[in-house]
Every structure is written in C-alpha cells, then in structure tokens.
C-alpha cells in the first residue's frame, strides 16, 4: 500500500471541500457570511498543507475548536442560507478529538438548533431536533469505537513510522528482553531518559532515533519525556557515545542514565528525573521496589 494513513486521499478531499467552500464564500451576498466561509476555506487549506506521513500535525486546542466555532457561526449569521449545515454536526463529532471537545461541540450543536426556532416552526423545528440527535449519537459511537481502536494501535505501533520511535507501554517490554540480553552476552545496556520542553520534544525525538543503531528503540514516555535503549560492548563506550548524543543539546534538557539489568523502578527514575537539578545524572545502581 502506497500510503498506509491514506494521506493523499484526505489532502485531495480537504482541497476538494477548501474550493467549494472558497465558491460559496465568492457568492456569498453579505459580508459576515463571505468572511466565515473564507475562514472555513482557510482553515481546510492549511489542514491540507500541515497533515503528512508522520506525527506532526495541526493538534492544538485552538485549531481544534475552529471547525465547530465556524460552524456555529454560520448558522447563526445566515441560516436561511446554511440551514443544510445542521448535519455537519454528526460528521464534526466523527473527527478524532478529546471528549470534553465532543461535549463542546455537542453544546454548540444544541444551540445552532434552537436558534433555527423562528425559521423552521415548531413541527420541523421538532423533527430536525429528533434527527439530529440521531444522526449525533451515531457520530458519537463511530467516535468512541474510533478512539478505541486508535488507543490499541498506539499502544503497539509506532509514533511515527520513519522512526524507531514506540509508546511507553513498550518500553517495560523492552527493558525486561533487554535486560536478559545483557545478562547472557555480557553486553552493556543502559536507559537514557531526557527530560524537556513540550514543544521541543518532537524535536528532540527526531533527532536521536536517528542517531540510533538499527537495534535500539527510542520511546515517549509522555509530553515531556523521552527514553533510549542503548546497548554497548563496554562502559566506556557507552560513555562515549553518549557524550555525542548529548554534547548538541542546550542547557535545558535533562539526561538520567541507568545502567541495565540493575534497573528497578522505572516509575521512580522517572520521578527523580523531574527533580533532578544538574543535567545529567549517570547511574549505576538505581533503586529497587
């Protein structure tokens, strides 16, 4: 498969509804109603051009409420004219979003419908409520079983598929094979967890799994926490190299280094690295449960 997220497919379809939408904002015979549409156009174009075949994408609590903001507004400026909009609101609830936004949208939604009383009258006014809701609650569950299944996912693949790059559930996997594996060929493997900036941890992330042998992994731990897997003949060349992969990083992220199989709680390194006041910090015995 060519393109295994189907990114091609959805950029096409994005600029495809960017040019009606730029159209409608053409036509559009107020100036309101011109500038939301060029808004919604805007927003669909600059979706097009940021999504890509990895982990970078337009995921910020704004960008997010600007669908269902614009959505909204339009029905309420002119909705003689986007009275057909109203069903949005289940496919807007389909996209994958936190629930407090679903509950956000689902508010928006209940108020685009009652301000469409005096338009409507009170039997259609009615039945489009009913629909709705419908139409909702299956976006809803499409949403839900969605999230789920992409929650499954993550937990066993990978963040970005150019990269040696896996969740945090992976990692207690790998430190129990890796830590066998330095037991039986004598071999030298240590943790190295780096603490940083929550904009910069992409960053930082694309830059070390590259430096990364075909057989270490690299892991997020969360927001702001990295973990690499790095196997050595020797203690000193660990060192060595990890004086390289450190040496280009600024002064404010921090490196906790804990030498396998002596590695016990890694919920504690974890912790003792938040804390940690110097930039790194090499351990050789770490502590035990």
Same mark, same amino acid.
């Given at each position: ?13 994005l ?6 939408t ?6 559009? *015979? ?22 890509? %075949?990895?982990?970078? %994408? ?8 600007m /669908? ?11 909705? =003689?004219?986007h009275?057909?909009?109203?069903w ?23 108020t ?10 009170? *039997? ?26 992409r ?15 896996? /969740? ?16 039986? *060929? ?14 910069q ?9 590259? =430096? ?8 997020r731990?969360?927001?702001?926490t ?5 196997? %050595?003949?020797?203690?000193d060349?660990?060192? =060595?190299?990890?004086?390289?992969l450190?040496? /280009? ?7 906790r280094?804990?030498t ?20 790194? =910090?090499?351990? *050789?015995?770490?502590h035990?449960?």
């Amino acid at each position: 498969m060519q393109s295994k997220y189907k990114v091609g497919l959805m950029r096409a379809n994005l600029l495809i509804a960017a040019g009606l939408t730029s159209f409608l904002a053409a036509t559009a *015979e107020t100036l309101p109603d011109a500038l939301l549409l060029g808004l919604a156009a805007l927003w669909l174009a600059v979706t097009t051009t940021q999504m890509a %075949h990895r982990h970078r %994408h337009p995921a910020t609590v704004p960008w997010q409420l600007m /669908p269902g903001l614009l959505l909204a507004a339009m029905l309420w400026v002119t909705p =003689e004219r986007h009275l057909t909009w109203l069903w949005a609101w289940a496919i807007l609830l389909m996209l994958p979003q936190p629930r407090w936004m679903l509950l956000f949208n689902a508010a928006l939604a209940a108020t685009s419908w009652w301000h469409l009383q005096p338009l409507l009258g009170l *039997e259609q006014w009615a039945l489009a409520g009913l629909l709705l809701v419908g139409l909702m609650l299956l976006g809803l569950a499409r949403s839900l079983g969605l999230q789920a299944l992409r929650r499954r996912i993550r937990h066993r693949a990978r963040l970005s598929p150019d990269l040696p790059l896996w /969740p945090s559930q992976c990692l207690r996997h790998d430190i129990q094979r890796e830590r066998q594996r330095a037991r039986l *060929e004598n071999s030298h493997v240590e943790l190295l967890l780096l603490y940083t900036g929550r904009r910069q941890l992409w960053s930082l992330a694309d830059r070390l799994c590259r =430096e990364l042998r075909p057989f270490e992994n690299g892991y997020r731990l969360d927001r702001r926490t990295l973990g690499l897997l790095l196997v %050595h003949r020797d203690a000193d060349q660990a060192a =060595e190299r990890r004086q390289a992969l450190l040496a /280009p990083l600024d002064d404010s992220v921090r490196a906790r280094v804990v030498t396998l199989p002596r590695l016990g709680s890694l919920t504690r390194e974890r912790r003792a690295l938040k804390r940690q006041t110097r930039g790194v =910090e090499v351990r *050789e015995v770490a502590h035990h449960d």
